[in-house]
């Protein structure tokens, strides 16, 4: 499966993007979803990561009660509301794709697929 994440830009602190990962293929629906995001010189990080039906949802803490994780599976699309942003929010946002059967959403291993990331500038 093809990832196309997007929806990135600047945004001031405290205000609100959605991004959106647009996948090619029939199989969408077969796969669990997560965000991850890379800031410069940290390691890729896990966000928030969904369930093949959209009926489960993982949060870092870190982003917890800001940000919210959905899919349409008709679509083959997944989405990440990013609210009451802080600087610290400010990464390249990547999405991925994986079988993840019984294995938690956190790791970046789990995941077969990634997008090609997307920017997000959070000023202060």
């Known amino acids: 499966v093809l990832l196309q994440a997007s929806g990135g830009g600047l945004v001031q602190a405290g205000g609100s993007v959605r991004l959106s990962c647009a996948a090619s293929?029939?199989?969408?629906?077969?796969?669990?979803m997560g965000w991850f995001r890379q800031a410069p010189g940290k390691e890729r990080e896990f966000v928030a990561g969904?369930?093949?039906?959209?009926?489960?949802?993982a949060y870092a803490e870190s982003v917890k009660g800001r940000f919210t994780i959905s899919r349409d599976n008709a679509k083959n699309t997944m989405y990440l509301q990013m609210s009451s942003l802080k600087p610290e929010d400010t990464a390249v946002y990547y999405c991925?794709?994986?079988?993840?059967?019984?294995?938690?959403?956190?790791?970046?291993?789990?995941?077969?697929?990634w997008g090609q990331g997307t920017q997000v500038t959070v000023s202060s």
């Open positions: 969904i369930s093949r039906s959209g009926g489960s949802m």
């Open positions: 293929g029939r199989a969408f629906a077969s796969y669990a």
């Open positions: 991925a794709a994986g079988a993840l059967r019984g294995s938690g959403y956190s790791a970046p291993g789990l995941y077969d697929y």
